[in-house]
T-cell receptor, first 111, second 113 residues
Framework: KAGVTQTPRYLIKTRGQQVTLSCSPI?????VSWYQQTPGQGLQFLFE???????NKGNFPGRFSGRQFSNSRSEMNVSTLELGDSALYLC??????????FGSGTRLTVV | EDQVTQSPEALRLQEGESSSLNCSYT??????LFWYRQDPGKGPEFLFT???AGEEKEKERLKATLTKKESFLHITAPKPEDSATYLC??????????????FGKGTKLSVIP
């Protein structure tokens, strides 16, 4: 059974640009959650999608957005990048809200 | 607001030296408490879920326990390959059929041969 796949693994962007990250959940899982991980703040919840609908959102500015497709694959977008957006972005998939399987993450560096 | 505090932030152990990691929490309506292991540059790897006070789970050298206010991850006779950051997270209902994980900042464990 394939795990959670995140692409790309590494990304370098310039301040002011925008970026799109992708997450393919475990087959059959309909819930996808996104987290930002930084050394200072740890893992912080961004948002959760279930059956193409955002049903929960963390305390992040509107520059952070996401969507989910009918095949449960999800993307998150960050517009007008700031240096502070440099982080490891993690995606987790779940089938029942009882267990969460994480991907390896996308390391975003903003210069 | 849900809060999770892990201690210590970092722990160095000699191989074979048993110890415990602590996770204290305040949450409205705890549904579950999760322990994850994270290696550098990788995503968190699931270890345990605990659902009610008094519950215990074991896996190899690890044992997790839960009380009403905290959880412990006991490591018995650790080996160098147990070196990693251990993360604790609480799961609570956040509305619209959704449950949210709130993570602690982790304990970085180093096991010295």
């Amino acid at each position: 059974k394939a795990g959670v796949t995140q692409t790309p693994r590494y990304l370098i962007k310039t301040r002011g640009q925008q970026v799109t990250l992708s997450c393919s959940p475990i087959s059959g899982h309909r819930s996808v959650s996104w987290y930002q991980q930084t050394p200072g703040q740890g893992l912080q919840f961004l948002f959760e999608y279930f059956s193409e609908t955002q049903r929960n959102k963390g305390n992040f500015p509107g520059r952070f957005s996401g969507r989910q497709f009918s095949n449960s694959r999800s993307e998150m977008n960050v517009s007008t990048l700031e240096l502070g957006d440099s982080a490891l972005y993690l995606c987790a998939s779940s089938d029942t809200n009882y267990g969460y399987t994480f991907g390896s993450g996308t390391r975003l560096t903003v210069v | 607001e849900d809060q999770v505090t892990q201690s210590p932030e970092a722990l160095r152990l000699q191989e074979g030296e048993s110890s415990s990691l602590n996770c204290s929490y305040t949450v409205s309506g705890l549904r579950g408490l999760f322990w994850y292991r994270q290696d550098p540059g990788k995503g968190p790897e699931f270890l345990f879920t605990l659902y009610s006070a008094g519950e215990e789970k074991e896996k190899e050298r690890l044992k997790a326990t839960l009380t009403k206010k905290e959880s412990f991850l006991h490591i018995t006779a650790p080996k160098p390959e147990d070196s990693a950051t251990y993360l604790c997270a609480v799961q609570a209902y956040s509305g619209a059929g959704s449950y949210q994980l709130t993570f602690g900042k982790g304990t970085k464990l180093s096991v010295i041969p």
